[in-house]
């Protein structure tokens, strides 16, 4: 799904960019361009990094059992 309309970014993008690792909004912003225009998609943007995040936090817990 498009979660930034104005430059053509999906949230499999996001996810793929912020997959197994923590990342700010700074550098989502400046690899795909993210919230670069209009920025009505930042706060949509910070939800799938937060998912992300927590799968990350998740799959930690049970290697570390």
């Known amino acids: 799904m498009y979660v ?3 430059q053509q970014i999906t949230d ?3 996810r793929e960019f912020c997959k197994g ?3 700010s909004m700074s550098e989502v912003r400046a690899e795909l361009g ?3 225009d209009c ?3 930042g706060k949509f ?3 799938i990094m937060a998912e992300v995040a927590q799968q990350v ?3 930690s817990i049970a290697y570390a059992a």
């Open 12 to 14: 499999t993008q996001i």
């Open 21 to 23: 690792r923590s990342v």
């Open 4 to 6: 930034c309309i104005c």
């Open 45 to 47: 943007a910070k939800q």
């Open 34 to 36: 993210l919230a670069s």
């Open 57 to 59: 936090d998740t799959s």
């Open 39 to 41: 920025g009505r998609c």
